[in-house]
Structure formats: structure tokens, C-alpha cells
């Protein structure tokens, strides 16, 4: 997974420049989901500039962590912050691509980018929900960083289409393999106190 590889790759590389931009972590993520936003009301309408923005909205997203690593202002709300932020960026973008797919009168395409925002969610509800209860759940095909780049990659090529088949399908296969992997972490008879914690979600 691109994260897990790459995940502090530019954090020397970029330490003296970041230090001089008068932003704080926080400042960069809300900059970051903002052009997220705009790029995902821009899909519809002009996909290859909202690919573009996405880029540049990404770009920020980056930056918010190594600026937070190189200015010793990591803090657990700025993570909790991120995090919330990308689902709702995920909303944008994948309700953004499914508007372009009725707007190009590809209906049952919209569907389909639907199940990949199903599957985006599940992907990341799985790890959260895994590791709530002190089990490991960072596992499966792709993360947000995999679903990104391919997304740009359709939205510039104009293969939206197709890579939106292959996103349904694997963030969906994700979100069972995580799934398949907290169940192996745990007992297969659950004690009166453990049943207590298979409450409805509010």
C-alpha cells in the first residue's frame, strides 16, 4: 500500500521548506478538503480539471502530516480532524463522479460509483471499528491513497468508467478482507461481557 511504503518518504527532503510556510497542520487539511470539495462539484461538468484538483488537494493533504511531524505540532485532533475530513472528501468525489455519469446519460455508472463510495466507507469503518476494540485492521488491497491515484488516473484518462469497476471491486474485496482478518483475531465463543459490545451503531 502506497501509504505504509511511502508514508514519511518526504519528510526530510521538504523539513527546511515546510518549517517556512506560515500554516499550521490543522490550516492544511481544511485547505486540503476544501479543494477536494470544489473538485468533486467540478467532476460533473469538467472531470479532467476536478482530477486536476484533486491532485492539488491532495498535495495538501500530504502536507499536513509532514508539517505537523516537522514542526512538532501533531496532535490527536488534528488525526481525528483528517480522518473525518477524508470520508467527507470521499463523498464529494465519488457522488461528483456519479452526477458525471448521469449527466453523460451512463446511469447504471452511477450506481457503480455508489458501491465504490459503500466500499470507501466500509474499507475505512472496518480498520476504525478493528482497532476501537485493540485489534489489528490495517490490511487488504488498497487504502484512500490507492482509490485516489486511480481516480485521477480514470477522471484524466477518460476512463472513469472502467476504473470505477475496479475500485467497486476493490474496495469492497477490502473491506472483507478486513473483516475476514478481525474475525481470525478473535474468539470464535464470545463471553456475556464481549456480547455487550455487538450494540447498533447510533
Request: aromatic fraction near 8%.
Amino acid at each position: 500500500m502506497i501509504s505504509s511504503r511511502l508514508g514519511h518518504f518526504f519528510d526530510k527532503p521538504l523539513a527546511p521548506l515546510v518549517r517556512r510556510i506560515p500554516l499550521t497542520p490543522n490550516q492544511a487539511t481544511l485547505i486540503g478538503f476544501a479543494v477536494t470539495a470544489v473538485a468533486g462539484g467540478v467532476i460533473p461538468f469538467h472531470p479532467r480539471t476536478g482530477g486536476v484538483l484533486i491532485i492539488t488537494g491532495g498535495l495538501f493533504d500530504m502536507l499536513d502530516g509532514i508539517l505537523a511531524r516537522n514542526t512538532e505540532r501533531s496532535s490527536i485532533f488534528g488525526a481525528f480532524l483528517d480522518s473525518v475530513l477524508d470520508r467527507y472528501s470521499d463523498g464529494f468525489l465519488f457522488i461528483g463522479t456519479a452526477a458525471y455519469c448521469v449527466r453523460a446519460d451512463v446511469g447504471y455508472a452511477a450506481l457503480i460509483s455508489l458501491g465504490c463510495l459503500m466500499g470507501a466507507f466500509a474499507t475505512s469503518y472496518t480498520r476504525a471499528r478493528a482497532e476501537g476494540l485493540g485489534l489489528e485492521g490495517h490490511v487488504g488491497l488498497i487504502e484512500r491513497a490507492e482509490r485516489i491515484v486511480l481516480l485521477v488516473f480514470g477522471l484524466l484518462s477518460g476512463w472513469l468508467i472502467p476504473v470505477l469497476w475496479v475500485l467497486l471491486i476493490l474496495t469492497n474485496v477490502t473491506a472483507l478482507q478486513r473483516i475476514y482478518h478481525v474475525h481470525k483475531q478473535t474468539p470464535r465463543r464470545h463471553s456475556p461481557a464481549s456480547v455487550k459490545e455487538r450494540r447498533p451503531e447510533v
